[in-house]
Structure formats: C-alpha cells, structure tokens
C-alpha cells in the first residue's frame, strides 16, 4: 500500500508512448496504429524509433477499428489509439461487430478521457466511454491511476489474448504506485485503510480521491480508498467486503454517472449488499472548455466535492 | 478457350446451378433470408471457392490460405451454400439457417462456422477488415490473397472509402476487392432509370480515382471472373477492384432486377417455379 505523498507527477501518455515502444521492439506480434493523432498521443515515440511497427491509418477511425481487427486475423497484435472520444462513439459498432464479438486479439487505448482534455471540450472529453466499452461482450475495461499502474496495466494487455480497452489521461498526475506494484485484472487495491467509509475510485480520480481522504482525516474522518483499475472484470468481493467494512460509499470518477464506475458498484451493492452510496461523476448534462481546476470545480468531481459526498453519505448511515 | 478452361467454366456453371437451387430451397425453408443479393453473387463466388482460392476445408484455419471476406454479410446464405458444397460442413446442416443454435447465423460469424474468415453483417466493415488481413499479410511476409465483396448498395458506406484509401497508400496488391453491381438495395432510389436503382453511377471511375487496379466484367460469366481474377494477379504496387456487373435476383425471370425480391421468401409455387427455371437456366 502507498499513500500520496509524493509530489511527483507523470503523465500517462508519455509512458503509454514509451511502454508501446518497448512492446514494438520486444514482441514481432505488436504494431501501432495512429489515427493521425500521434504528437498527442504519444504514438509518434513507435514512429520515430521503430517506424516499420507504425501504421498510419489516417483520419478515419471506424476504417482503423476494422483494419485492426483483420490484422488481429493474421497474427498481429494491433494497438489501436486516438481520443477516448472517438474510440468509444465514432467507431463502436466496429469494434463491437469485428473486435469484441469475435473476440480478437486488439488492444484499444483511448487517450484524453475524462474532462480534462486540454481545453478542446465537449466534442474531444469522453465521459461516456466507461459505459459503452463495459456493456460489451468479451471486453476488458481498464482506467490506470497514474504512469506506473499504465505501464504495468500494458505489459498485461501485452500477455492477454482479447480485446482491451484501456482509458488514459492527457495531464500530468500524482505518481500513486510505486515500481514494485502488481496489476492484476479483475482485482481492486485498497490505497488507503479507513474504517468510517470507502470511497471506490477508478482512472484519473483515484489521486484525488486519495487527497479528499487526506483533507477528512484532519477533521477525523477515516475514508478508506479502494482503487478500481479493472473496472470489467470488476472485483466485486472487495466491493462487497468495503460495505460490510465501512458500511458506506462513494464512487469517484472522471466520467458521467452513468453507466460507470458508480453504476458498476450500485449494481453490486444492490444486489449483494445495499449500504448507503453517493456518486462523484459528471451529472447529465454537455461539458465545455476551460483550465482543468475550473472543470473540475464547475462539473463537481474536485477533491472538495468528493469530500463533501463522503460526509453527505456518513449521514445516511 | 482452352479445352481444360472450357471444362473448368463447364464444371463451375453447373456448381453456380446448384448453388442457386440450394439458397432458395434454404431461405424457402428458413422463412426468411435474403434473395436477390445471393442469386447475383453466385457465379463469383462459386469461382472463388471452386477455382480461384488456395484453400482447404480439412485446416480452415491454415495461416497460409487464401481469405475471404463477405462484406455484404446480409448474402450469407449465398456463401454457406458454397461452404457446404465446398465441404466445410455438411450440407444438411443448411437446414438449420436461421435456427437457434445453428453455426449458419443470419450473417456470418467467423467464432462459430468454420470457412468464415470474418465476422460481418453491418455494412462498410468487412472490407476494411478485409485491407487488415492482405496488410497483416504484407507484415507477416506470407504470400496468400484476400477477396472480398462489397455491394454497390454498400458503398454508399463512408467507410469504404476510408479503406479504399488505405489499401491505395500500403499499396496492397494481395488484396482483390469484388464488387457485386446489381444495381438494387432494399429499397433505393425513386425516379432512376430503371426501377429504383443505385445512382452509383460509374463505379470504375470513383476506384479509379482511389488508385486502385480496376477490372469491370461480367459478373455472371465465369470465364470472365477467372480471367478478372488472373488478372489481378499481375498488378503490382495496387489493389484491384473488380467491379462485377451483375443481376440481382439472377436466374429466376420473376425475381430478376426487382427489388421486392431483395428479402421476400418464395412461397410453394414461387420456389418450384423458380427452381424449374433454374434447372433450365434461363
């Protein structure tokens, strides 16, 4: 277990860049495939170091989706990226039809999830792609909390035959696991211990999910945070043993409340083992652009909302 | 014509005849299916699968035969009567078309029926999937082929010229796109020419303009589909598109060129007339 105390911060992108490259020149099966998106990305690193793993499939993002799926025929182990918006919406039907249906070996990256996109708002922030990805069949759905769990989370998809999505972030992030941490699918990890309540959180919000605990320790709150990376398969004994545990929870994530992380967990809880549970997410409505803090702030998923659902839910308890 | 060609297209008539004889009898039991689409496509896949194609139903998953992708997944009785005859899986089975459980699903399922090479069924897929197998081909340094039909309906699919695109810039003349031109879709077009039929007026200029190889034939002749797909084989640095010019419905007079038959099933009558016909070749 680690707690943030580190200042650090790395960003996703740059070790999915450099991790992608060592996989390129590692294992002949792995190519990357750009949708004319790669300075952003980070899928430039492939084709400037290993340009014969680079494809460029040009603007044209339902054709790559196929396109990897009939590369997955002959052997290969396509790695198709571009923004999480466009995975998720403009090509699903592709993917679900010629990837996940067949259950092909594809691993898809969505890079700029979430809110926080760079200023580019709602038409490039992908705040539904948690949902879409996790209501199909044969689909794996992961969200990293910082560069070291990214890395790790790849070397895994790397080893895994089938179709993977796993959801990145544009920004730099609180480094959150240290080098000898352990990602395994289907497993949730308990980042913090806490006896009062447990805030489950996936992606991007677990770092801030972690410092909200901070802020409620001081006025005597103990929030456990329990880090979701596999958000399908989901591990629903942790789910479960938090509520027996704590006997309250809130969900966090840089996502709409719907059809995420917090409707994966009620519908374990509710199920399973009902306990009071409030939702940290992007209510129903469009999102805009603007600096990451004002997002965050305006759209209700900052460190000081998540603090403030935890002691809204402590009073359902 | 060579004696043997003459003996290969004679061979491959009467396999088309078949083929055509067994999709009614199919669909007429199924209640349901596709017509018209099916009965154009015949004579061109029959010469894939019979002639064309390096293939072997004992090892379906043979990392060097030649590919096929049916991206106009919705004639899918068309290719599983082929697959059959091909032996791929018995003959009987075609009875279970459409059937719970049955490996014939209402577009192909490669998980599920061996001879599929992929799955298909929504419109503009299966040929870019088609230009990942001939591209992972290029990368794995294998010299096997891929084909692959699309409608002229189907094109009107923004992704197929994403991946007409593509295939032009990996210069990927492993690759053999057919496309069946029957001029119908469901429904089409009001006030054409001829009945409802597709404006997709000069297909070989638009490919054309991609950079592909473009061969126009017709696509009910089988010497000419042999010759089209020999063709092919001596262009390098591009992929070819062979632009089959056929009849939807081909075969049957009271199905032919209409687009109510797109997806009617015969009736009793209708399907011994047809098969009559058939026999008869029209």
């Keep these: 277990m680690t707690s943030l105390k580190t200042v650090e911060k790395v960003a996703m992108r740059d070790v999915f860049g450099e991790t992608l490259l060592k996989l390129s020149f590692d294992d002949p099966r792995v190519f990357a495939l750009d949708g004319d998106l790669a300075t952003s990305t980070k899928v430039d690193r492939i084709a400037e170091k290993n340009a014969p793993k680079f494809l460029q499939m040009g603007i044209a993002e339902q054709n790559m989706m196929s396109v990897a799926a009939g590369l997955a025929t002959t052997g290969l182990q396509p790695w198709a990226t571009t923004f999480a918006a466009f995975l998720s919406k403009r090509s699903i039907d592709q993917i679900q039809v010629q990837i996940a249906q067949p259950n092909l070996d594809v691993k898809m990256v969505g890079a700029y999830s979430g809110l926080l996109t760079g200023l580019t708002g709602k ?75 447990t805030i489950i959180s996936t992606g991007t919000q677990t770092g801030r999910s972690l410092e909200a605990a901070e802020q409620l320790a001081e006025e005597g709150i103990e929030a456990a945070v329990l880090h979701m990376p596999s958000i399908k398969p989901l591990d629903k004994e942790a789910i479960i043993k938090a509520a027996d545990e704590t006997g309250a929870i809130v969900t966090s994530e840089e996502h709409s409340i719907y059809g995420g992380l917090g409707s994966a967990v009620a519908e374990v809880l509710v199920e399973e083992n009902p306990v009071p549970m409030l939702r940290v997410g992007v209510k129903d409505r469009n999102s805009e652009s603007g600096p990451n803090e004002a997002l965050l702030q305006k759209y209700e998923i900052s460190i000081d909302h998540i603090a403030a659902r935890v002691k809204e839910v402590l009073k359902k308890k | 014509m060579s004696l043997l060609l003459q003996e290969k297209v004679k061979m491959l008539n009467r396999r088309a005849t078949e083929t055509r004889k067994l999709i009614l009898e199919t669909i007429h039991h199924a209640g349901a299916g596709h017509v018209g689409g099916p009965l154009s496509a015949v004579d061109v896949l029959v010469s894939l699968y019979f002639e064309e194609m390096n293939i072997n139903p004992e090892d379906p998953r043979g990392v060097d035969r030649d590919r096929f992708v049916l991206s106009k997944g919705h004639s899918a009785i068309a290719l599983y009567t082929v697959l059959a005859q091909r032996g791929y899986f018995p003959i009987d089975e075609l009875k279970t078309f459409d059937e719970i459980d049955s490996r014939l699903q209402g577009h192909p399922d490669m998980k599920i029926l061996p001879g599929v090479d992929m799955s298909t069924g929504s419109l503009g897929q299966g040929i870019s999937a088609a230009v990942g197998i001939a591209l992972g081909g290029k990368l794995c340094k294998k010299t096997f082929r891929t084909y692959c039909m699309i409608g002229d309906g189907e094109s009107q699919e923004g992704q197929v010229w994403e991946a007409a695109d593509v295939a032009s810039k990996y210069q990927l003349d492993n690759l053999v796109v057919i496309m069946d031109h029957n001029k119908l879709q469901q429904y089409g077009w009001a006030g054409t020419v001829t009945e409802r039929e597709n404006p997709a007026f000069s297909p070989e200029k638009r490919w054309e303009a991609f950079g592909w190889n473009v061969i126009s034939l017709d696509g009910h002749d089988i010497e000419q589909i042999i010759k089209g797909f020999e063709e092919a084989k001596q262009i390098k640095g591009k992929p070819t598109i062979i632009i089959s010019n056929t009849i939807k419905g081909k075969g049957v007079s009271f199905m032919e060129n209409s687009y109510s038959w797109h997806a009617r099933v015969p009736n009793d009558k209708e399907l011994e007339a047809a098969i009559k016909e058939i026999e008869m070749g029209v």
């Design chain 1, 123 to 197: 038409t490039h922030q992908a705040l539904e792609d948690i949902a879409i990805f996790r209501s199909l069949a044969n689909m794996v759905v992961l969200a990293p909390a910082d560069g070291v769990e990214t890395r790790k989370m790849m070397e895994f998809a790397n080893n895994h035959y089938g179709p993977v999505y796993i959801r990145l972030a544009r920004d730099p992030l609180p480094v959150v696991f240290s080098e000898d941490y352990k990602f395994e699918l289907g497993k949730a990890i308990k980042v913090r211990e806490g006896k009062d309540v």
